[in-house]
């Protein structure tokens, strides 16, 4: 039985008051790669949110590796943003020494050598002293993801990493995330509505819809899309996988 | 319905005529029939007849566009629109007779029936209640103000016990561009107000044969008030508001929770070394303004007055005491935290997008000058009771 690293009981989340979502249960085992999925509006980035740390809930309660998420001190999981959110002023080699700097006792050089290792991982050897605004989004996501794995954590938060992304460079990103997973090790919880990194990369999802304030699905995402009897389950899998072939088309 | 009206008119008009463009309405038995085309030129041209008659008529009404040779997108949604006022009104607003393309697009512009609730701003609020969601914005404002010179205090005291973690790099950063940087705006602006005082005073002055006094005048006024109170103002045009602005980026960008999620107070990391560099800045750059402030008065004295420059020297000098020196660098120390606090803070309260930053920006200088005033009204007062 594998261990539990994150788990929401009666979680209620939402802004100003105002629930978004309800009653939220579910787990993420270690070693999953598990998806946060909905439509657009329905709070995945919310939720992801208040896994994170970063807003408090609104009812119910958040474990992360056993404890409630916190933002002090030394983080125990990476987290890669939308926009990669790097810090604009720094190149990307800083970005990524930044929290070695902060959190460990690493000599200088070795933090650069570290980060640089990081930098190559993610397929961005030779872009060590290039800044954010001179690289591509699909870059910058890497980026993204070499800072949040700077201090080697267990479990990685990875917002909608495929979005704004042409295909190609979405599918290298689904094996990186993929390889992360299946080579280091690292437990991935990702929010997502594309249809191809979902049945290339995800073990186990949750589905979320707005109408219902909740999740309507959790499972094998391959297993819901063939076996839901759900018509609102059958109909994101199926608008999902449209938009995604429309999309492979146009490009 | 009695009788028949129709849209299609013929009255002057600035979009360019185009006969395929023409639309016509017409009113009879409860039901509007439209016909001809429903283009945007035609909508420009047309709809607002359309409009007049639906608001001369009553009762129930159905809209016909069995009619229609061709529609487009705007058209499309002009009458979604209006089937649903009329619906809202109680009046049917039934579409009949749509079928291909037309039907197509009136299918594409219906309203989701899953549409969220309205939001606040869209409902109708009477006045206690706008009163009381002001007052909680208020409230809830204050309440951030004290959080955040709760955990700027926090940084600071953890920056003292260790003060390895002093983010010495961002601090040089920000001393570079709020000193140095602005060494020539300050000069010149504090040199210019020099003369101004200069020459204001020596015109009343003057009168009383009392020309030498410019120099007491303009020498005490710069370096107890004008100096600091200019440089401060000066620092929050420029330093204050690019603070504002450079967190509130990084506010909308994602960037300051990145650094939150990395274990790193966005206070101790982009708050603390922006407030020490103006801190370190100001009083520096004060020095400065009162040297040129001083200059300023001594281009007029001794230029326009015709005091000489050992005379104007030896006023200034027996004028001014170390205490008035004193006062005036502890009050530009104190504007340089204010005006630092206010902006970081206004730049980490941003919210939305780039529209979100500038009403940051100008929040921050608009709050930072009505503090710098209420600030030196109050040391002025301070300093007056201690005799200093």
């Given at each position: ?116 290792a990081k930098l190559r991982l993610v397929g961005l050897g ?126 | ?231 401060a103002i000066l620092l929050a045009g420029r330093s204050g ?118 009403r940051s920006t100008t929040a921050a200088v608009v709050t ?21």
């Open positions: 039985m594998s261990r539990v690293v994150v788990e929401a009981r009666g979680l209620t989340v939402g802004w100003s008051g105002e629930p978004l979502l309800e009653k939220l249960d579910f787990e993420v085992a270690s070693g999953d790669v598990f998806a946060i999925l909905g439509g657009s509006g329905t709070g995945k980035s919310t939720l992801l949110r208040h896994l994170i740390g970063l807003e408090a809930p609104l009812g119910g309660t958040i474990e992360v590796n056993g404890e409630p998420p916190s933002l002090v001190g030394r983080p125990r999981h990476g987290v890669l943003f939308q926009s990669g959110a790097l810090f604009g002023s720094m190149s990307l080699l800083e970005n990524v020494v930044l929290p070695l700097r902060h959190w460990t006792d690493v000599r200088e050089p070795e933090r650069r050598e570290i980060a640089a030779g872009f060590e002293h290039y800044m954010p605004a001179e690289i591509s989004g699909g870059m910058k996501k890497r980026a993204g993801i070499a800072r949040a794995l700077a201090l080697d954590p267990e479990l990685l938060f990875l917002d909608e990493p495929s979005a704004g992304l042409d295909p190609v460079t979405s599918s290298h990103l689904d094996d990186l995330i993929l390889s992360l997973n299946q080579n280091l090790g690292v437990t991935i919880v990702i929010v997502t509505h594309e249809l191809h990194s979902i049945f290339q990369v995800v073990s186990r999802c949750i589905l979320l819809h707005r109408e219902r304030r909740g999740i309507i699905a959790t499972g094998d995402p391959r297993e819901l899309a063939r076996t839901s009897t759900d018509v609102r389950v059958r109909e994101f899998f199926r608008s999902a996988d449209a938009a995604g072939r429309h999309a492979g088309n146009a490009q | 319905m009695a009788g028949e009206t129709t849209a299609h008119t013929t009255s002057p008009t600035t979009e360019r005529a185009d006969p395929g463009d023409e639309l016509v309405a017409e009113l009879a038995d409860g039901v509007l029939h439209l016909s001809g085309s429903l283009s945007l030129a035609g909508v420009a041209r047309h709809w607002k007849r359309v409009r007049e008659l639906v608001a001369g008529s009553s009762g129930p009404l159905a809209i016909d566009v069995a009619r229609l040779d061709s529609i487009q997108g705007s058209g499309a949604a002009l009458v979604v629109e209006l089937a649903l006022e009329l619906e809202r009104d109680g009046r049917g607003g039934e579409v009949r007779g749509a079928t291909g393309s037309v039907h197509a697009l009136l299918g594409l512009y219906a309203p989701d029936e899953a549409a969220p609730p309205p939001h606040a701003h869209e409902l109708h609020e009477s006045f206690l209640a706008q009163v009381g969601r002001r007052s909680i914005g208020v409230t809830t404002g204050v309440f951030e103000g004290i959080v955040f010179i709760g955990e700027l205090t926090r940084a600071c005291g953890r920056t003292i016990l260790r003060p390895a973690t002093f983010p010495l790099r961002e601090w040089v950063v920000q001393l570079s561009r709020t000193g140095p940087d602005g060494v020539a705006i300050v000069a010149l602006v504090n040199f210019l107000v020099g003369t101004i005082l200069g020459f204001q005073s020596a015109v009343q002055l003057e009168n009383y044969g009392a020309e030498i006094f410019v120099a007491n005048l303009v020498g005490l006024s710069v370096v107890r008030e004008l100096g600091p109170l200019m440089t508001a690019a603070f504002a602005a450079e967190l509130g980026t990084m506010k909308v960008s994602e960037e300051v929770d990145a650094l939150r999620t990395l274990g790193l107070s966005p206070h101790r990391f982009l708050v603390l070394p922006r407030v020490a560099a103006l801190v370190v800045t100001m009083p520096l750059l004060t020095i400065i303004a009162n040297a040129m402030g001083i200059l300023g008065g001594l281009a007029i004295g001794c230029g326009a007055m015709g005091i000489t420059l050992n005379a104007y020297w030896q006023q200034t000098a027996s004028s001014i005491e170390t205490s008035d020196v004193l006062t005036g660098l502890a009050k530009a120390v104190a504007f340089g935290a204010i005006v630092g606090v206010i902006a970081c803070h206004r730049g980490l309260s941003t919210r939305g997008g780039a529209e979100g930053v500038g930072v000058l009505f503090a710098l005033i209420i600030a030196d009204a109050i040391f002025t007062y301070l300093f007056t009771l201690f005799g200093l």
